[in-house]
Nanobody, 119 residues
Framework: QVQLVESGGGLVQAGDSLRLSCAAS????????MGWFRQAPGKEREFVAA????????YYADSVKGRFTISRDNAKNTVYLQMNSLKFEDTAVYYC????????????WGQGTQVTVSS
């Protein structure tokens, strides 16, 4: 089992920055990839960014490319999402997720952290 706990959300103004953290505990050594997703009110959850645990290879949604950066600290079992130049449309609950294999899908999810960007 893997437990994920997000932190770092809050209320900011458009153009500001935030850094989200996702602390993982449990059987984290077997994780293939960690990702961030978000869900805005009335919308489906969408992919934001992901990072492979062993190689550090990163993936980004087009909507955040160039503004958000995902990184990891394997020694701390923590994944970060640095969000710069925030926009009103980035307002959502942000979830951290973990995937054990390339084909297994994201099996583990955190509770989410709210990010609100005022325009």
């Amino acid at each position: 089992q893997v437990q994920l706990v997000e932190s770092g959300g809050g209320l900011v103004q458009a153009g500001d920055s935030l850094r989200l953290s996702c602390a993982a505990s449990g059987r984290t050594v077997s994780m293939y990839r960690m990702g961030w997703f978000r869900q805005a009110p009335g919308k489906e959850r969408e992919f934001v960014a992901a990072i492979r645990q062993n190689t550090g290879y990163t993936y980004y949604a087009d909507s955040v490319k160039g503004r958000f950066t995902i990184s990891r600290d394997n020694a701390k079992n923590t994944v970060y999402l640095q969000m710069n130049s925030l926009k009103f449309e980035d307002t959502a609950v942000y979830y951290c997720a973990a995937e054990r294999s390339p084909t297994g899908g994201y099996e583990y999810w955190g509770q989410g952290t709210q990010v609100t960007v005022s325009s």
